[in-house]
């Protein structure tokens, strides 16, 4: 199972494209978006994965109306969870928010074998007792280059993807 883990979009249509695209081609299972997606014409774009995808509110939420009412209708193959997804997908256990403290809570737990979150910005993975924790940076590219995560669940192997150049921003 291997599976792509964006977060922190934030309206880029460029990078959010780049990343579904490089996920296609890395024929990933499913796609798990942590949150600040921001606006319902981001939807198409996430639409544009050859699987399915699950995906969470940030702290910038956007229309809630308008993306949870056309997750699962307009396309069929998003997945709106509100601020928290609990899923299992082939007997994996995996938990999506988008604040890294609620995900260290949760990978702790013991329940659940992939925790993702985002809201940071910072790639970062680490294992908390049997639990993968994984934050997939930003595709904003505010800080950094901007990136996503492929993760293999049965190794446990993570891969950073980036997806562009850092943005630059004139002061």
Not at 79 to 104: D, S
Request: hydrophobic share 40%.
């Amino acid at each position: 199972m291997r599976i792509a883990v964006l977060s922190d979009s934030h309206d880029h249509i460029p990078h959010l494209h780049l990343a579904v695209q490089r996920a296609n081609e890395q024929q990933a299972d499913l796609l798990l978006h942590c949150g600040d997606l921001i606006s319902p014409f981001m939807l198409r774009y996430l639409h544009r994965f050859q699987g399915p995808v699950h995906l969470v509110y940030g702290n910038n939420v956007g229309d809630q109306h308008l993306i949870a009412s056309r997750c699962g209708s307009t396309f069929a193959n998003l997945h709106h969870h509100g601020h928290h997804a609990a899923i299992t997908v082939q007997g994996w256990r995996i938990a999506v928010n988008h604040y890294p403290e609620l995900a260290r809570e949760q990978a702790a737990s013991g329940q659940y074998h992939l925790v993702c979150c985002g809201h940071d910005h910072i790639f970062h993975v680490e294992r908390i007792g049997a639990c993968l924790l994984v934050n997939p940076g930003d595709l904003l590219g505010k800080d950094t280059a901007p990136s996503f995560a492929l993760v293999d669940l049965p190794t446990g192997a993570v891969h950073r993807e980036e997806v562009g150049q850092q943005l630059v921003i004139p002061e």
